[in-house]
């Protein structure tokens, strides 16, 4: 009975840790709870069996991603038309796919690295986790939402993002939990002398954070510029309907009409105009006169229809003296797209969702150009993704999205999503200018912090002076491929270690 009442208590422990590691990321901030949520989870792990590790693992991925990605909820059920039940299902198994990679983390180093030697707690637990972190970025057309890195993008660790990006960022955090566990078990041993130098490390680890935020890595390029970002703040429910087709076009013209000459860069979210470009052709074409005229660009979100009619890209356009157009990359399944899964389809289809159908850009897009200055340009989700957004052209002078997190309600998803795009900012140190539909439109510097905000769930112009910058951090060269063979190379080293470790028992 006893047995059964500790084992409860360790997985609702679990459960526990893992939602308290969802107040690490914004809107809460509380960075240091990434470090103790996982500092715990390892204390769980470590003398658990494999089958246990994958369980508790399971449970914390519950906690976490159930508190963390809620909202997804909202957009199936109010948005996507699916009835309360099913929502709610879909959403849970949702997240019990995204609490298997915890769980793998568990399950997998504990088999495979069965003793608990301090290179499987310090180096295998936080290389493993990151592994899978960087497969969830990727697999099934990936979900990079919550990366433990980004959580400390208001921490002294967020200096190491210019030369290993947001997962070397969740590396250096696991390991700071692996050492504290480590050092709580020497002071448990009386190894003092070990206890001190891991608490040295961990001062040398985050001090040495701190002090990179100080290296500038870029500088100014040009003279800042004005730009002016118009949150329509269009009701979710209305923006599709043919009937309110003119209340999006008339309340972006009018919000923009003082801008005009007055602002180098004029921006609208992402599907500001909710009609093809080809059937929009007379309202473009009046918005780019107006643009070239009072020698203003405007850049703004708007479907594409392929050449030959058979589809539909998410676009971005950019008007006035310079025209280009940017389609979105990567799309969001089961939002923009539905995955080829037979079983998948079939049911979406039977079910009937009102659910777009899109196509992807190519994946080598040139950037916008303004009067010299280059501009990288993604939409929504896009800036979750460091290697979409990697670049090695020194000659990027900013950042741009353009989203619309309306399809998430009143929820953390918001916050979230512009924490990534603070951490986007953090490794290319660049400024971001991040333009949304009903919020959170903001500029973000090159360090990650937030310049202005325009207030959210109302129609609001933001305008405020961005500094366009030059030059390469360390992460524009280096990208993935560097944190992949650390994480390889600690790997290794681990299962030699524990390797010696079980030939020595024998």
Known sequence: MIRLSQRFL???AALLLGAMLTLAF???NIFPLAIFSTAGLIALWLNSSPSRACWLGFLFGLGFFGT???????SIHVFGGIPLFLATFITFVFIAILALFPAAVGGLTNRYFPLPTPTKIILAYPASWVCMEWIRSWIFTGFPW???????TNSPLAGYAPIIGVFGVSLITFITSSLIIHAILQLKQNHFQSCYFHLFILVIIWTTGGLLNFIPWTHPSGPPITISMVQGN??????????HLQLSLDRYAELSEPLWGKSKIIIWPE????????DAASFINFMDNKAQNSHSALILGIPIQTKDGSGYYNGIVLLGKNRQVYLKR?????GEFIPSFPIVSRFFDFMSIPMSNLIPGNMNQPPFEIDHIKILPSICYEIAFPELIHTNDEHIGILLTVTNDAWFGRSSAEAQHLQMAAMRAQELRRPVVFVSNDGITAIINPYGRMESAAPQYQSYVLSGSVQAM???TPWMTLSMDTVLIILISLLLIAAVDNRRAQTKRE
């Open 10 to 12: 360790c997985d609702l």
């Open 26 to 28: 914004s809107p809460y």
């Open 68 to 74: 963390g990605v809620y909202w997804v909820f909202h």
């Open 146 to 152: 919550l990366l433990i890195g980004y959580s400390q």
């Open 234 to 243: 269009i009701p979710q429910a209305l923006k599709w309907s043919p009937d």
């Open 271 to 278: 599907a500001a105009v909710p009609m093809p470009l080809q």
């Open 330 to 334: 990567r799309l969001v399944p089961f």
């Open 470 to 472: 030059t030059g390469t």
